[in-house]
């Protein structure tokens, strides 16, 4: 875990403030743009465990031991907060650039993944954060079975839970 004097140090004018958002709860921290998110996360469960929450907001979800068991969600479209997160870990995947050349992009050590910094966070930004979620292995039987799609069982994501307050009148 983070140590306590970790939270208590106040920011200086090179660090930025990510809201961690998770239901109607919102957790501020301020960390350089360079700080990795593998030191992010135990930041974050340290500062949750300094108010004594157990859990994770309107969930019996208990916040994990590890902090690698967190994720973290960004919003699909920054100017638009109802069209929900996305995953923000990039996953690995071969492009095609304009001249024919493929290359691999994204990936647990991609830059993308590193820190803020790399993925385009600024001062303010809001991140989702969850528990990841459990993932069901494909089951294959035999591989004379594997030609066209396969019959996989793939669970739905449950998304991020976080609320965005509205400043709509609600109906009484």
């Known amino acids: 875990m983070a140590a306590q004097d970790d939270l208590a140090a106040l920011p200086t004018p090179d ?10 709860s919102t957790v501020a921290l301020s960390v350089l743009p360079t700080t990795p998110f593998t030191e992010i996360k135990p930041l974050l469960l340290s500062a949750l ?8 907001p309107n969930s019996d979800a208990q916040l ?12 699909a479209d920054k100017k638009d907060a109802s069209k929900g997160w996305v ?3 990039i996953k690995e995947q071969e492009i095609t650039g304009p001249k024919g ?16 910094l790399g993925a385009g966070l600024s001062d303010g930004a809001w991140v989702a954060y969850r528990v990841k979620p459990e993932r069901k292995e494909p089951q294959v039987e035999d591989d004379a079975k594997m030609e066209g799609t396969p019959d996989i069982d ?12 509205s400043f709509e009148d609600e109906a009484e």
């Open 49 to 56: 465990h300094s108010r004594n929450v157990t859990s994770l």
């Open 15 to 24: 660090m930025i403030t990510l809201l961690f958002k998770c239901h109607k």
């Open 154 to 165: 793939i669970e739905e994501d449950p998304g991020f839970d976080v609320v965005i307050p």
């Open 101 to 116: 050349t493929k290359k691999k992009v994204g990936g647990k050590d991609s830059v993308l993944n590193e820190s803020p």
């Open 64 to 75: 994990p031991e590890d902090p690698e068991e967190l994720e973290f969600g960004v919003l």
């Open 87 to 89: 995953p923000m870990e």
